[in-house]
């Protein structure tokens, strides 16, 4: 289908939408679809009425161009006027067609954020908490609640592994690029040489799946529970507060001791369990369609090295997208937004180039 004929079904449809919605013969259940589709073509048909008026001002400068005849004046008036028009068009269709884009069903999702220390010891574990902290300082920037599930900590500030849940507007189509190994560069507190050491972490980031989403039967949990452990193995509680679930079919497993309700840590360890069963169906679909994934920023492979922070030298660079930022200090407290959107424009036109 062509773009002209792409831009012609997305208004015919949201014309329709509104005259289905404005007849009353419809049930709650509809009505709420309805609007949420009208809703979401909305910005799309204002993108598209832009570049329809920007096309019909340059069809009448190009005529007023054509009469203009000997009159220097109104044929420079013109000119400029189908220059300036054009200069627009670029722009305005480009930013049609990304909006076209197949959407990926999972970006207006909250999100599941795992840390965990790779290699590197103590080292890779205190990065691994300063991730976590990156994460948080950019999640309260966007106005999205951060919410710690589950953390292992070392005894020392740093975290083996942390799990938190990110709730808001669009929270995984900002974070997704984020899943992979990220590499730090810098010389420990406990290093008397003041030599470099170079640790690594690794972060994924899974859209948070409601019931209609993963189906889960109670017949396929192991559910266990035990008393949860803080940092150098002393009790937080004396009472079989943290939870064990294991998912028989696909051997995966969640555990939550962060709270001190059982309750409350089971429906943690269920809301990661679903988070990670949903991942594991993306990833599938995603190894189905793995030959044009190869274009795309990153291929979801949770070991790819994604990322390194080198603290002697102050920068960050992204190897996905061979972006380097002098301004990592910054980055760590939290302003994302460049790379962020570095990578989503990255994303945005791989997928273009593979419909064109």
């Keep these: ?31 709420q679809k309805m609007s949420k589709e009208y809703s979401d073509l909305g910005p799309i048909v204002e ?19 054509a009469d203009a005849g000997d009159d220097p004046e109104m044929r420079e008036l013109a000119q ?27 970006d207006d999702k909250n999100a599941i954020l795992e840390v965990r220390a790779g290699t590197g010891g103590d080292e890779a574990a205190l990065f691994a908490a300063d991730l976590m902290r990156m994460y948080q300082r950019f999640a309260e920037a966007q106005g999205w609640k951060f919410e710690l599930m589950d953390v292992n900590e070392t005894g020392i500030g740093g975290y083996k592994e942390a799990m938190a849940e990110i709730s808001g507007r669009a929270v995984f189509a900002k974070l997704k690029f984020e899943s992979g190994v990220h590499r730090v560069q810098r010389v420990p507190e406990t290093e008397s040489g003041g030599r470099i050491h170079t640790s690594a972490a690794t972060v994924a ?59 409350k840590n089971k429906e943690k360890a269920m809301t990661m369990l679903r988070a990670k ?28 090295r994604i990322r390194t922070y080198n603290f002697p030298q102050g920068r960050i660079t992204d190897h996905r997208i061979n972006l380097t930022l002098h301004k990592l200090d910054r980055v760590l407290e939290g302003d994302l937004n460049e790379l962020v959107d570095a990578l989503t424009a990255e994303d945005q036109a791989a997928r273009l180039a593979e419909l064109a």
């Design 1 to 31: 289908m062509s773009l002209e004929e792409n831009l012609k079904r997305v208004q015919d449809r949201h014309e329709e939408l509104s005259a289905l919605m404005s007849t009353g013969d419809l049930s709650a259940d509809d009505i």
């Design 47 to 65: 993108a598209i009425n832009a570049l329809d008026k920007v096309r019909e001002d340059l069809n009448d400068a190009q005529s007023l161009l």
């Design 80 to 106: 400029a006027e189908v220059q300036e028009l054009k200069s627009q068009l670029p722009d305005l269709e480009r930013q049609v067609q990304v909006m076209l884009l197949p959407k990926d069903e999972a």
């Design 277 to 304: 069963l949903y991942d594991h169906q993306r990833q599938e679909l995603d190894r189905e369609r793995s030959e044009s994934r190869k274009g795309q920023v990153g291929s979801g492979d949770r070991s790819e």
């Design 205 to 263: 980031v899974l859209p948070e799946a409601e019931d209609v989403d993963i189906q889960v039967r109670t017949e396929d949990l192991r559910i266990d529970t035990y008393r949860a452990q803080g940092a150098g193995g002393q009790h937080v509680n004396t009472t079989d507060s943290a939870v064990r679930i294991v998912h028989e079919p696909s051997g995966i497993v969640v555990q939550c001791q962060d709270g001190r309700s059982q309750h």
